[in-house]
């Protein structure tokens, strides 16, 4: 360290003066004492500069030696991220340490080796920068390597790898390197996500991946995997809702067991939160005052007592809702009349009472009496009244005009408030009573707007003064109302009953169940002897006439009659056999007829019905010298059901009609016009063009053509309107539905015949036209009623059973009178047709989030389970499908 310019003459003449002592004592001695004294008097100053020259020194030397100390915690600390190859690090490192080493030859190896380190950690970083496309930053630092030291030959090497386009993709940038760790992050996010079964989260993770980069084959391919696991969920989904409909189509057969039915009374109600006014007026009721003693006591003393007991006594839980608050109401003095220009009167009040809280009560004692009937003493015995609102007892003069001053309020309403306070005000107009009548246009029922809520409480007994308004904010379901105090009291009291009991809803549910059972047994016999080869003085006994019966042919029979013996009767015919012993007798659908409609149904085209006998079942056939004698057995035994089951069922407030329509539209001509056909009408010619028939009329014709049309809609419809009961409990229903089926045409045209012969000369007749004229026939199911029902029961509201019983018993005479052989003589038939419509109906309550309102179990709410007898059990309606299963 150099040392001070202007301390070094200091210390020569310091010095100096020593050295030449003895001159100054030869000499002279005055002088000497002077230079002494002088020499003494400047001494002090000398030794301060010395030592302060040498403090300087020494923070110095400790100033250095600090910072090569922290010069070779940088390295080490370079040194450690250079092994964890935290390049970036090493080089921030070993920078520093090269920074803070202090300059001096002392220190020249030190500062060699670490800016050795500094270059061998700046080739390592530069060399990541090339490999991850940060091709300006890496060929920056191996510059600023070389101008430190320009022998460094990993430097040069890495420089001439940026320069290679073979060793170092000039298109890679540092972006892509991002991009792909972006890539990656996301693909082992979404592989993660897609293990704990999060396919939503996952399938996220992979279109990140598709928006860095949009060729990406892993994520696509895993996006093809979540959309497969997806699809075997959805299938298994599908399957799962498609066998718990089709289980609630069969637990929809389940008939209710109806249990002991409760004794509920009408006019007990669930207890319900009171707010407003309602509130203020139970606390009037409950709190009961011990004792009352006023003695010549004003009417604001009394009030005072009154706060001050009802806060003591009330047992409200929340103690800033404890007690009551009274407002003593002043008349007007101003003469400024409220309303109707009554200001001579106001003023004539206020004078006549003053204030009313200076009345005085001359004497009132009570003894554990409620709040309300003390304040109704203190009103009658001082000619003044209480008004309530929200948040007060006012009191007022008896006469006082203050009724009419208007107030604002608002109220807190429910969301349905406008639907409630307009159920049964929409059809006021003079229009029918009956919810379902009157037709109209299909689609004419749509939504309309409804009233605003001054026109809805107008229509619910509120009167609304002048400048006095209602104000519904359906966006925070508030109610703001500027009115008088009476109708203020009024609309609470409203808003109060629409309230009760919250949000309610009914969810109603109709069963038409139909059961039919046709049943059809019959056993008969037929006979039939066949000569063979008669001869002289020989006789044959062989079957009568048809009769009501049907004709037999040789094909009913199992083996065939041979005719071959007698003659004109080609051997192997199926003629009919005319020697039947039991042809009177019917037999299949000659002895049971069908439903005379279904008849026409199944005979589109107006011909006669073909029938046929039952069929055998059992053949005996006995070969004799003269004949045979051949015996069937004719069994039947038939057992056809048909079972429908349909169920509409739907959600609907109380007191609003509701509506469910599952249809087809089925058009069907209604009017025909008449056939054409010519005036005159051509012969000769053939018909067939083939010339097997010929000799027929040519002319042409034009059937009947529909010319107008109607609609009929097929299906199931139901309309209902349910009303909640004042106990909650009970449901009146009025409830319309409708199961409309067609059955099918019934063809009331005639074909258009013409004559003809055929290639013989044999005359016949050929259809020209069919001329159908076809009218639809449907069946309808339906029930229009009014009941009332408990929530969550199920009753039976109409049926209809029905049994149709055919029996035939026919039997050849005498031979069907014989003992045990007559019974082979013997036809008997019996058809039973058996059917079963009834209609159920289920009805329950529930809430706002589809939550039955009173338990599930069907027993009855707390107010009304008290009404119930004794030994008469709750009912439970798991067992009436309180669900409406």
């Known amino acids: 360290m150099e040392t001070t310019p202007t301390h070094q003459p200091t210390h020569a003449s310091l010095h100096g003066a020593n050295s030449d002592r003895g001159l100054f004592t030869g000499r002279h001695v005055s002088r000497k004492a002077a230079v002494l004294m002088a020499v003494a008097a400047a001494m002090p100053?000398?030794?301060?500069?010395?030592?302060?020259?040498?403090?300087?020194?020494?923070?110095?030397?400790?100033?250095?030696?600090?910072?090569?100390?922290?010069?070779?915690?940088?390295?080490?600390?370079?040194?450690?991220?250079?092994?964890?190859?935290?390049?970036?690090?090493?080089?921030?490192q070993y920078q520093l340490a090269v920074n803070m080493l202090p300059p001096g030859p002392a220190l020249a190896d030190r500062r060699n080796s670490y800016t050795g380190h500094l270059g061998d950690a700046s080739v390592a970083l530069a060399q990541k920068y090339r490999r991850v496309g940060k091709y300006q930053e890496a060929r920056t630092m191996l510059?600023?390597?070389?101008?430190?030291?320009?022998?460094?030959?990993?430097?040069?090497?890495?420089?001439?790898?940026?320069?290679?386009?073979?060793?170092?993709?000039?298109?890679?940038?540092?972006?892509?390197?991002?991009?792909?760790?972006?890539?990656?992050?996301?693909?082992?996010?979404?592989e993660g996500y897609y293990n704990l079964g999060k396919y939503d989260e996952a399938e996220n993770e992979f279109k990140k991946v598709l928006q860095v980069d949009k060729y990406n084959t892993a994520a696509r391919r895993w996006l093809e995997r979540i959309a497969a696991t997806k699809s075997d969920y959805y299938r298994s989904a599908y399957?799962?809702?498609?066998?718990?409909?089709?289980?609630?189509?069969?637990?929809?057969?389940?008939?209710?067991?109806?249990?002991?039915?409760?004794?509920?009374?009408?006019?007990?109600?669930?207890?319900?939160?009171?707010?407003?006014?309602?509130?203020?007026?139970?606390?009037?009721?409950?709190?009961?005052?011990?004792?009352?003693?006023?003695?010549?006591?004003?009417?604001?003393?009394?009030?005072?007592?009154?706060?001050?007991?009802?806060?003591?006594?009330?047992?409200?839980?929340?103690?800033?809702?404890?007690?009551l608050n009274f407002i003593i109401r002043k008349p007007r003095t101003d003469g400024a009349a409220p309303a109707g220009g009554e200001a001579d009167l106001a003023a004539d009040a206020g004078a006549a009472v003053g204030n009313p809280g200076t009345l005085r009560i001359k004497e009132l004692k009570l003894r554990n009496v409620p709040l309300g009937t003390v304040l109704q003493y203190i009103c009658d015995a001082t000619r003044l009244r209480y008004k309530l609102d929200e948040h007060s007892v006012v009191l007022l003069p008896l006469d006082a005009l203050e009724v009419t001053d208007l107030y604002?309020?608002?109220?807190?309403?429910?969301?349905?408030?406008?639907?409630?306070?307009?159920?049964?005000?929409?059809?006021?107009?003079?229009?029918?009573?009956?919810?379902?009548?009157?037709?109209?246009?299909?689609?004419?029922?749509?939504?309309?707007?409804?009233?605003?809520?001054?026109?809805?409480?107008?229509?619910?007994?509120?009167?609304?003064?002048d400048k006095a308004f209602a104000n519904y904010i359906a966006a925070t379901s508030t109610l703001v109302v500027h009115n008088t105090l009476g109708n203020l009291d009024i609309i609470e009291q409203i808003i109060e009953a629409l309230r009760k009991g919250g949000p309610r809803q009914v969810r109603i549910m109709t069963k038409f169940i139909e059961v039919s059972q046709e049943n059809s047994?019959?056993?008969?016999?037929?006979?039939?002897?066949?000569?063979?080869?008669?001869?002289?003085?020989?006789?044959?006994?062989?079957?009568?006439?048809?009769?009501?019966?049907?004709?037999?042919?040789?094909?009913?029979?199992?083996?065939?009659?041979?005719?071959?013996?007698?003659?004109?009767?080609?051997?192997?015919?199926?003629?009919?056999?005319?020697?039947?012993?039991?042809?009177?007798?019917?037999?299949?659908?000659?002895?049971?007829?069908?439903?005379?409609?279904?008849?026409?149904?199944?005979?589109?085209?107006?011909?006669?019905?073909?029938?046929?006998?039952?069929?055998?079942?059992?053949?005996?056939?006995?070969?004799?010298?003269?004949?045979?004698?051949?015996?069937?057995?004719r069994g039947l035994a038939q057992k056809k059901g048909t079972d429908i089951m349909t169920a509409p069922s739907v959600l609907a407030r109380s007191g609003e009609k509701a509506t469910i329509e599952v249809i087809r539209e089925f058009i069907y001509p209604t009017e025909y016009e008449p056939p054409e056909l010519p005036n005159s009408v051509g012969t000769g010619g053939g018909l067939g063009g083939g010339g097997g028939i010929s000799g027929g009329s040519i002319f042409p014709v034009t059937p009947a053509t529909p010319t107008a049309f109607e609609t009929r809609n097929t299906g199931v419809t139901l309309e209902i309107e349910p009303t909640i009961g004042e106990n909650n409990y009970t449901i009146d229903l009025r409830f319309a539905p409708e199961l409309v089926e067609f059955e099918g045409f019934i063809n009331y045209g005639s074909p258009i015949q013409s004559p003809a012969s055929d290639a013989l000369g044999?005359?016949?007749?050929?259809?020209?036209?069919?001329?159908?004229?076809?009218?639809?026939?449907?069946?309808?199911?339906?029930?229009?009623?009014?009941?009332?029902?408990?929530?969550?029961?199920?009753?039976?509201?109409?049926?209809?059973?029905?049994?149709?019983?055919?029996?035939?018993?026919?039997?050849?005479?005498?031979?069907?009178?014989?003992?045990?052989?007559?019974?082979?003589?013997?036809?008997?038939?019996?058809?039973?047709?058996?059917?079963?419509?009834?209609?159920?109906?289920?009805?329950?309550?529930?809430?706002?989030?589809?939550?039955?309102?009173n338990n599930s179990s069907g027993s009855l709410p707390a107010a009304a389970s008290s009404a119930v007898g004794p030994g008469v059990p709750a009912g439970d309606g798991s067992q009436l499908l309180p669900t409406g299963g």
Do not use: C
Request: hydrophobic share 40%; aromatic share 6%; no cysteine.
């Open 521 to 633: 047994d019959e056993l008969g016999f037929d006979w039939i002897i066949s000569p063979v080869g008669l001869r002289g003085n020989s006789s044959f006994i062989g079957g009568g006439t048809v009769g009501n019966g049907a004709a037999r042919t040789g094909a009913d029979f199992v083996s065939p009659v041979n005719f071959t013996t007698i003659p004109g009767i080609p051997a192997g015919s199926t003629q009919n056999v005319s020697n039947t012993a039991t042809a009177g007798l019917r037999s299949g659908d000659f002895a049971t007829t069908r439903n005379s409609i279904d008849a026409i149904l199944n005979n589109p085209n107006r011909t006669a019905q073909s029938g046929s006998v039952a069929p055998g079942i059992l053949s005996f056939t006995g070969l004799f010298t003269d004949g045979q004698v051949q015996m069937i057995m």
């Open 143 to 190: 510059e600023g390597v070389l101008v430190k030291d320009p022998t460094n030959f990993a430097a040069k090497k890495q420089l001439e790898y940026l320069d290679d386009p073979i060793r170092t993709n000039p298109a890679l940038d540092y972006q892509h390197t991002q991009n792909v760790d972006r890539v990656r992050k996301f693909l082992y996010m979404g």
């Open 408 to 465: 604002t309020r608002t109220f807190v309403v429910p969301p349905d408030f406008i639907a409630k306070l307009s159920e049964g005000k929409e059809g006021d107009d003079g229009g029918s009573d009956d919810p379902f009548g009157g037709g109209g246009d299909a689609g004419a029922d749509t939504l309309k707007a409804r009233a605003g809520a001054k026109e809805l409480l107008l229509r619910n007994g509120v009167s609304f003064p």
């Open 239 to 323: 399957d799962h809702t498609r066998a718990q409909l089709l289980s609630e189509v069969d637990r929809a057969w389940e008939m209710a067991v109806p249990p002991e039915l409760p004794v509920v009374n009408p006019g007990e109600t669930q207890p319900t939160e009171a707010y407003g006014v309602q509130y203020i007026q139970q606390k009037l009721n409950n709190i009961i005052i011990p004792l009352v003693d006023f003695d010549n006591t004003t009417v604001e003393e009394a009030l005072d007592f009154l706060r001050l007991r009802a806060r003591e006594i009330d047992t409200e839980p929340d103690e800033s809702k404890k007690g």
């Open 45 to 92: 100053a000398t030794i301060n500069v010395v030592h302060a020259q040498s403090s300087i020194a020494s923070k110095e030397i400790a100033r250095r030696a600090q910072l090569v100390q922290e010069a070779d915690k940088a390295v080490i600390l370079g040194r450690a991220a250079y092994a964890k190859q935290d390049y970036e690090e090493a080089v921030k």
């Open 762 to 853: 044999n005359p016949i007749q050929i259809t020209i036209t069919e001329n159908r004229i076809e009218m639809p026939v449907f069946s309808t199911r339906r029930v229009t009623t009014a009941l009332t029902i408990y929530d969550g029961y199920t009753v039976a509201v109409g049926g209809l059973m029905r049994e149709d019983v055919q029996n035939v018993q026919d039997k050849v005479p005498i031979l069907g009178d014989l003992p045990i052989i007559g019974r082979l003589f013997q036809t008997k038939a019996e058809n039973h047709i058996k059917s079963n419509l009834i209609i159920f109906v289920t009805a329950q309550i529930i809430d706002a989030a589809g939550a039955p309102i």
